[in-house]
């Protein structure tokens, strides 16, 4: 009878390496202006708790909190492209969500009010800014007479992938030192999908 295998953790030598690469990656860039105690980066955030609950274990509340310092990055960059375009955030944030589903870049405004957690009055406004604007359009329902779909038009197409490619363009040239360090991406994106996981979890 064969012994059943079982999974072992990454050997300690081989994390400890792609740690000092990262921690040498952030030497080199580091940036003097971040380490302002008010408007500081997420070291500053965390150190600064850290002090306040002396001698506690808060690790997983400063993960958090260092993860919603970058989301906060991430709006400002998108608010950026989006402004190029004149859109504003919510509004991309819905193109978005149609952009995704593919041709013919349709959902149901149930979905999008699910979707962004957001009431019917407010899903039914911000649908009726981007009608106005000729970013998307409300169609028949083939499934449901009574209803309609929210497609985006020709035009929305057209400024929804402009700002993408502003996005991957930005993102792909301040994730380069991260691309420099073998498997650094790869284990960063398994270690946030982790994390959601573990965010995603009932009490």
């Not at 408007?39 to 500053?44: A, C, R, Y």
Request: aromatic share 6%.
């Amino acid at each position: 009878m064969t012994k059943k295998k079982t999974a072992t953790a990454t050997p300690a030598p081989g994390r400890r390496a792609l740690a000092d690469q990262m921690g040498n990656t952030l030497m080199k860039e580091a940036d003097p202006l971040q380490a302002d105690p008010i408007f500081g980066n997420s070291d500053v955030l965390v150190s600064q708790w850290n002090k306040q609950f002396a001698g506690e274990d808060v690790r997983a509340l400063t993960l958090g909190i260092r993860i919603r310092r970058i989301a906060m990055l991430l709006d400002e960059l998108s608010i950026q492209e989006c402004e190029a375009v004149g859109l504003k955030l919510n509004e991309w944030l819905l193109m978005m969500a149609l952009r995704r589903m593919g041709e013919p870049y349709c959902l149901r405004p149930t979905d999008i009010l699910k979707m962004h957690s957001v009431t019917s009055g407010t899903a039914t406004y911000r649908i009726d800014q981007l009608t106005k604007q000729g970013l998307a359009e409300r169609i028949a329902d083939p499934s449901d007479r009574r209803g309609y779909l929210i497609r985006l038009t020709p035009r929305g197409l057209e400024i929804i992938d402009t700002v993408l490619h502003g996005l991957r363009v930005n993102f792909h040239k301040k994730l380069l030192p991260m691309f420099e360090i073998e498997g650094g991406f790869e284990i960063f994106e398994e270690s946030l999908r982790l994390y959601e996981r573990c965010m995603e979890q009932g009490d």
